[in-house]
């Protein structure tokens, strides 16, 4: 939360830090709901987490740097580290990383 002048120029910061105690809040919920959450089946949770997990993939630069094995050298689109690297490089890193 910020305030600007017309200028656009940052004149005051009002720093918050609500989001990390509502974060720790959440986890001593989840902790005294343990007893609920036990009810709930191993392969729902597991299917959740799956779910979560193919859904934040997209965003991870490994997992676009793996699918440039598969691209055209003409169609690796414009990222930071294509376009300030020799592809040869990052392929050898992502190899390195897997």
């Known amino acids: 939360m910020s305030e600007k002048d017309r200028l656009g120029i940052t004149t005051k910061i009002q720093e918050t830090r609500l989001t990390g105690f509502f974060t720790h809040v959440l986890v001593l919920c989840s902790i005294a709901a343990l007893s609920v959450i036990k009810l709930i089946p191993l392969p729902v949770l597991y299917g959740v987490f799956l779910f979560m997990g193919l859904v934040a993939l997209p965003a991870q630069q490994f997992w676009q740097r793996f699918l440039l094995?598969?691209?055209?050298?003409?169609?690796?689109?414009?990222?930071?580290?294509?376009?300030?690297?020799?592809?040869?490089?990052?392929y050898l890193y992502t190899v390195i990383q897997l």
């Open 69 to 90: 094995f598969f691209q055209q050298p003409a169609r690796i689109p414009s990222t930071p580290y294509s376009d300030n690297l020799e592809t040869r490089r990052i």
